[in-house]
């Protein structure tokens, strides 16, 4: 995984290379040293096109994960007239590079982001049907002046997009790379591609999923659901770098842990996974972590930290995550403490769990589902914006500091097969053995994945499960840094998305002193329950009716 840039400007007559946009830089020195913005995202390596003739600047930053140093990019086609940048890990590249060998007599990719190219120059723009995995890239073909920007279908990789003053396109995996030339700034929707030529490029969706609309009536299968998740867990663990995983105790990463060992033992029976938690001492998670750790045989390391550490965080962590939502701050410092532990210890890649409550219904306050298809909709929606909450945490809390993530809940594969399950199946059913949620992932995987206290405890939220004084401590901190005065003008101050609470002005506030464009607030979404379903308002997993504490 790394981070990619790119400029493509729209009219290559207008031009000037040595003085871009009408600074002292040059197109190449201003290209790298934006891109150097999100170089956290690759340590090992920056390699950079630049074609002044056109007026393209394609650069990537590489994390070496897969291919050594075959996999540095750009990668260029055989005549070196095609040219790719690319973010991501492309989960089936060993059956593409078959296919392709075949239709091509030979061919040996040089990492698996390499058989984007190689299918490009086999499929043109068809591309798109053959890729399983988690992408963001750019290919562009000199001799016919063509680009092509894509983002997978759930937007596991961060992407943007923006405008310089003269229209010239650019786009980056951080928003901090285009800040500072384009006032206009926005996400690059998930499941979309781009093409054209750079004057004239279209805009497409090419993922339109049928769960999406229609209320899916298919039965859930257990044992197909459990073998659509090993088989995507066994994908995920290609990796040519250490890995480990996280564990905080709940069903998800627990099950993620439990089958990437139970595959790894396949070929090494003595294999050992390195796993790691986080909380305030006491908390609920590490309890049941190291259940988990002793049950699987995992190394397993409890990582401490303190409310002043964690306090600490806020602005650094507000810059690296590009948010002010209140649920991805709260979680995402905690993630970030981790993660720079895991890093420290030589491991480049992370397993983590994102992704089964959207599809499954997982949080607490989807027991106040009115209806199996209110409920539906609602999976569907928080999927939908995995891109704007855990998806954007995830990535940018591990890939700032240069170790990547992997969320095999979100596979290609096993979601379209998920998702296509009824609701009925799904959702939590009261005075039911479905009373709980996400039972129909447990019940797939209840004859020795994991401990029975682990795989039928009560959801608990990761920024709760590391410690219950954690929110309530940085509720406390964030309002004591906003006077009454400023907290009143909140909508005035501002309109779009305003803060209904003081903690949520905090964020708010330093968000906008890194990002001050309109456009850069309107690309944060709040992570709120459903309030129409008589859910609390504030997003941890305490406020909801039902929530258990399992604080010892």
Not at 90 to 101: E, G, S
Not at 203 to 218: G, I, L, Q, S
Not at 311 to 327: A, G, N, P, S, V
Request: aromatic share 12%.
């Amino acid at each position: 995984m790394c981070g990619i840039f790119g400029i493509i400007c729209e009219n290559s007559d207008k031009v000037n290379y040595d003085n871009f946009l009408e600074t002292d830089e040059s197109m190449r020195e201003i290209a790298y040293r934006r891109s150097g913005a999100q170089r956290h995202r690759g340590p090992d390596h920056t390699g950079i096109f630049i074609y002044k003739e056109n007026g393209v600047a394609l650069l990537q930053e590489r994390l070496a994960v897969m291919g050594g140093k075959k996999g540095d990019q750009p990668f260029f086609s055989d005549d070196g007239e095609i040219i790719l940048v690319a973010n991501g890990e492309i989960y089936n590249y060993h059956a593409v590079a078959a296919q392709l060998a075949i239709t091509r007599k030979e061919y040996t990719p040089r990492n698996d982001c390499d058989v984007i190219l190689g299918l490009y120059e086999e499929y043109g723009m068809d591309l798109l049907k053959y890729l399983s995995g988690m992408f963001a890239f750019v290919i562009y073909d000199r001799k016919k002046n063509f680009v092509m920007i894509a983002r997978d279908p759930i937007g596991i990789i961060p992407f943007y997009q923006g405008r310089d003053k003269d229209g010239n396109l650019w786009v980056a995996s951080e928003m901090k790379c285009l800040v500072e030339f384009c006032r206009d700034v926005a996400i690059f929707p998930p499941g979309h591609v781009m093409f054209g030529s750079p004057g004239k490029m279209t805009v497409d969706r090419y993922w339109k999923p049928t769960w999406e609309k229609e209320v899916p009536t298919t039965n859930v299968d257990l044992n197909l659901l459990r073998s659509k998740l090993e088989s995507a867990v066994r994908t995920h663990l290609d990796c040519d770098a250490p890995f480990a995983a996280l564990l905080s105790g709940g069903v998800d990463s627990s099950l993620v842990a439990s089958i990437a060992t139970k595959l790894m033992r396949e070929k090494d029976p003595n294999f050992r996974l390195k796993t790691f938690s986080v909380g305030l001492k006491g908390a609920p998670d590490f309890k049941y972590s190291k259940i988990v750790a002793d049950f699987i045989g995992s190394d397993h390391e409890e990582v401490y930290f303190t409310v002043e550490e964690g306090l600490d965080c806020i602005r650094e962590l507000i810059y690296k995550l590009e948010t002010y939502d209140i649920t991805t701050v709260r979680c995402g410092i905690l993630m970030y403490i981790l993660i720079r532990v895991i890093k420290g210890e030589g491991y480049k890649m992370v397993l983590s769990g994102e992704g089964a409550d959207e599809i499954f219904g997982g949080y607490l306050y989807f027991h106040s589902a009115p209806s199996a298809e209110e409920f539906h909709h609602e999976t569907v929606a928080r999927v939908k914006n995995l891109h704007l909450s855990d998806c954007l945490r995830a990535n940018k809390c591990c890939m700032g500091w240069g170790v990547e993530p992997r969320v095999p809940f979100l596979d290609t594969e096993f979601f379209e097969h998920a998702m296509t399950i009824k609701p009925e199946d799904r959702m939590p059913i009261a005075g039911t053995k479905q009373s709980i949620e996400k039972y129909i992932l447990r019940a797939a995987f209840a004859d020795g994945y994991l401990p029975d206290s682990v795989l039928w405890r009560q959801k608990e939220q990761f920024s709760d499960g590391v410690g219950y004084n954690w929110i309530d401590s940085i509720k406390d901190y964030a309002a004591s840094r906003i006077t009454d005065e400023e907290f009143a003008n909140a909508e005035e101050k501002f309109p779009f998305n305003t803060p209904a609470t003081k903690e949520a002005y905090y964020y708010r506030k330093i968000f906008t002193q890194m990002f001050p464009h309109k456009s850069c607030a309107e690309t944060v979404m709040k992570w709120v329950p459903r309030l129409d379903w008589g859910c609390a308002a504030d997003p941890s997993g305490r406020a909801q009716k039902l929530h258990c504490s399992n604080e010892s």
